[in-house]
């Protein structure tokens, strides 16, 4: 009885892992990133100014009591100074993460694109558009 070998079955180490590196470089090219989420509008904003002032991550909005609103984005976008002019002591909210509610200690904000409702309290709720019109 004689045993036949042929050459394809003989594999030598370097052939060993070459084939290795192959079929790891082919794994690693089918494997998709995680996609990161679009940036919010919140996210956008904390970086640019919308208003006069040039101050980074401000915005005017406009509400639907016909009174003004500054609203400045911060902590990229997670992180909300309501005040309703320039001077006045800002109130401060934040969200845990993007696309969720806005908490302070009197009131809370829910973004849904442009607009802005704020409830505070037992009063109702005040609704506030970005203002497009400076």
């Known amino acids: 009885m004689s045993i036949r070998i042929f050459p394809e079955a003989l594999m030598t180490p370097m052939r060993i892992g070459i084939a290795s590196m192959s079929v790891a470089l082919a794994l690693s090219g089918c494997s998709e990133q995680p996609r990161k989420a679009p940036p919010t ?18 915005h005017p909005y406009r509400c639907d009591d016909d009174r003004p609103l500054l609203v400045d984005f911060k902590n990229e976008g997670l992180t909300l100074e309501l005040r309703r002019d320039g001077d006045a002591a800002p109130v401060v909210l934040t ?15 829910m973004f849904s694109g442009n607009e ?5 309290g037992d009063k109702p709720p005040v609704l506030c558009r970005k203002d497009t019109s400076l």
């Open 41 to 58: 509008e919140q996210e956008i904003h904390a970086g640019d100014s919308g208003d006069a002032s040039g101050i980074p991550g401000r």
């Open 116 to 120: 802005l409702k704020i409830e505070e």
């Open 95 to 109: 969200a845990p993460a993007a696309g969720l509610q806005y908490v302070g200690d009197t009131m809370s904000a």
